[in-house]
Structures are given as C-alpha cells and as structure tokens.
C-alpha cells in the first residue's frame, strides 16, 4: 500500500557535505508532496528542515564529519515526526538561549523560528552521534 493510500508517509535519507542543506529540503518538499500536505504546512515544514540542517552544517560541522541523517514520519491527523543524526559538535537546541540571537548577522533567528512552528521533543549525544527530535504539528 503507498503512503497515499494508508493516509501516511516517511522517508529516511542521508546527506554529507555542501549539498547536505539542499538534499534535505529537497527530501521535505517531496515529502510534502507524497503527504499531500497542505501549502502552508509544506512550507514550514521545508524551512524547519532548512534552519535545522544548515545549523548542523554551519555551527555543528556535521556535512565536514560525516552523513547527517533525516528521517521524517506522518500519519494523518497527528504531526510529523522529524529525526536528525549527525556526527557534528554535540548541541542541544532546547538549551539555546532564545534572546541570545545576534540581529547583525541573523544569528538565533532560525532556532527560534523552529521554536515558533515546531516543538523539539528531544535531545541527546552518545559522544559521537547527534539525536534530535522534532514535532512540527500540521493543520
């Protein structure tokens, strides 16, 4: 049964080095499609994807170390699971100070926009591994 069909859908990718940003908002926007998400729901959803992973990129040195991996997960009528893991500097974004961003250069926008239309349900670093869980809710 496709995904379509069960009213349900999930991908899994992994991504490494300077197109990492970019394969992942990819697999979002198709990930919408398949989940036949609503315009706005997509969109959040993409730019949820796109703060997270450019973070891991650019702050965490995850795409330099090694794969970053996405996994997103919808059932209809709850909200989409996102899970990143990645190899980069361990850091937990439900500690990040809210009124620390650096308006000059954008810095702390993004992790609050996150904030704004998502919930991080966890965190959590094995000294080499990443593990973030995001809920983003839909509707």
Not at 37 to 45: M, P, S, V
Not at 104 to 117: D, H, I
Request: charge should be negative.
């Amino acid at each position: 049964m496709s995904a379509r069909d069960s009213n349900s859908a999930s991908v899994t990718i992994r991504c490494k080095g300077e197109t990492a940003v970019h394969e992942s908002v990819e697999a979002a926007r198709l990930f919408g499609v398949d989940a036949r998400l609503g315009a706005g729901d997509a969109a959040r959803l993409a730019i949820v994807v796109e703060e997270l992973v450019a973070n891991l990129v650019e702050h965490g040195g995850a795409a330099a170390i090694g794969a970053i991996e996405l996994s997103l997960a919808w059932e209809a009528g709850g909200p989409i699971s996102l899970v990143l893991v990645d190899g980069g500097i361990a850091f937990d974004p439900r500690g990040a100070d809210a009124g620390a961003a650096i308006p000059e250069r954008g810095g702390g926008a993004g992790l609050n926009l996150v904030r704004a239309w998502a919930t991080i349900v966890e965190y959590r670093s094995d000294g080499d591994r990443n593990r973030t869980e995001v809920s983003i809710p839909v509707g």
